[in-house]
């Protein structure tokens, strides 16, 4: 059974950093799209990072370019999101998801079939 469990979040106060995991079990990672997302309350969820399961090719969000990394160990079949720089705006839960399916360069949530559950990450002095 795929499983995807987030780990990582937690408070920190601005600038600071964090590293989620995302730890997948059930199937391996390598043939699929990867994505990590997040939802703020009030707000959709939207596309933060997100790896192609074509060419490996990055997407970042805008709002993450140069602040976050998106990577991927497959020995561990782990999924990491480097958070650098962090601003209050970032506090949001924070979701990874995977796809079987080539959806290019997508990094919407709509495209993205398996989700976890979600770690909370938030940014406060």
């Known amino acids: 059974q795929l499983q995807l469990v987030e780990s990582g979040g937690g408070l920190v106060q601005p600038g600071g950093s964090l590293r989620l995991s995302c730890a997948a079990s059930?199937?391996?990672?390598?043939?699929?799209?990867i994505g990590w997302f997040r939802q703020a309350p009030g707000k959709e969820r939207e596309g933060v990072s997100c790896?192609?399961?074509?060419?490996?090719?990055?997407y970042y969000a805008d709002s993450v370019k140069g602040r976050f990394t998106i990577s991927r160990d497959n020995a561990k079949n782990t999924v990491y999101l480097q958070m650098n720089s962090l601003k209050p705006e970032d506090t949001a839960v924070y979701y990874c998801?995977?796809?079987?399916?080539?959806?290019?360069?997508?990094?919407?949530?709509?495209?993205?079939?398996?989700w976890g559950q979600g770690t909370q990450v938030t940014v406060s002095s």
């Open positions: 790896i192609s399961s074509s060419d490996d090719s990055l």
């Open positions: 998801a995977v796809v079987d399916t080539d959806v290019g360069n997508s990094c919407v949530s709509v495209d993205f079939g398996s």
């Open positions: 059930g199937f391996t990672l390598d043939y699929y799209a």
